[in-house]
């Protein structure tokens, strides 16, 4: 397993040497869908190529954020389309098993659009949330304004990422596997200022509850 995933690295990491920011857009779809393509891997050495004029760094970030919307998109379509008893039927072929379906649909009936652009700065969650988006037909302009948003902030700390943190260590970019458990390493200080957002965002939520009933 830990050969293929390697296999897969160097593929990843050569779409985005090769093709550039149509790579970028290519790979930041799949990773928005059900495809597993670490987002890590992805816009840093984007953002690394563009801190060596190779590229250019909102370029990196618009196409990692267009690339997330058109991935996004196309799940929540098809999930639309499919409704609840294919994808439960067949969701477990892509892990996406009907536990992960009812956490997510709960995630969102409880927390709305709010709920679509926290889960776009969450792991596992940003692969997942397109789906019950499309189950329960959420306004699509809603569902793209927040997946936009959402993804634009991720690409930003990503880019960032790559632009200062590898370039300083540009080692990295001659060792996929090293180069993804650093940057899950370094985000993790990322997923804890996100927790304490969404926090606050529930205590909101849940203190204005009986206002938003009535």
């Known amino acids: 397993m830990h050969a293929l995933f390697h296999s897969w690295l160097m593929t990843w990491f050569g779409w985005v040497h090769d093709w550039g920011y149509f790579g970028v857009v290519v790979l930041m779809a799949m990773e928005s869908s059900i495809f597993p393509v670490p987002s890590e891997v992805v816009i840093p050495p984007a953002a690394f190529l563009a801190s060596q004029g190779k590229l ?3 370029g990196v970030i618009l196409a990692g954020t267009l690339g997330s919307w058109i991935g ?7 999930a ?22 009812l956490r997510s ?9 709010g709920g679509i652009f926290f889960a776009r700065l969450l ?12 189950i329960i037909r ?42 993804y458990a650093f940057m899950k390493m370094k985000s993790m200080w990322l997923g804890g200022f996100v927790a304490i957002l969404c926090a606050l ?8 509850a009986h206002e938003r009933k009535a």
């Open 56 to 58: 250019n760094i909102w």
């Open 105 to 113: 649909e709960r995630w969102l009936l409880r927390y709305e659009a």
């Open 138 to 179: 959420m306004r699509f302009h809603t569902f793209s304004l927040m997946t936009i948003v959402g993804s634009f902030i991720w690409c930003c700390v990503l880019a960032w990422f790559g632009w200062y943190v590898i370039g300083s260590e540009p080692h990295l970019m001659d060792d996929p596997d090293k180069l």
């Open 201 to 208: 965002y529930f205590v909101v939520m849940k203190l204005t």
């Open 72 to 78: 996004a998109s196309i799940t929540y379509w098809v």
């Open 80 to 101: 639309l389309w499919m409704g609840r008893p294919l994808l439960v039927k067949y969701g477990r072929y892509f892990m996406v098993s009907e536990e992960k379906l």
């Open 123 to 134: 792991p596992v969650i940003r692969h997942l949330i397109s789906i019950p988006a499309g």
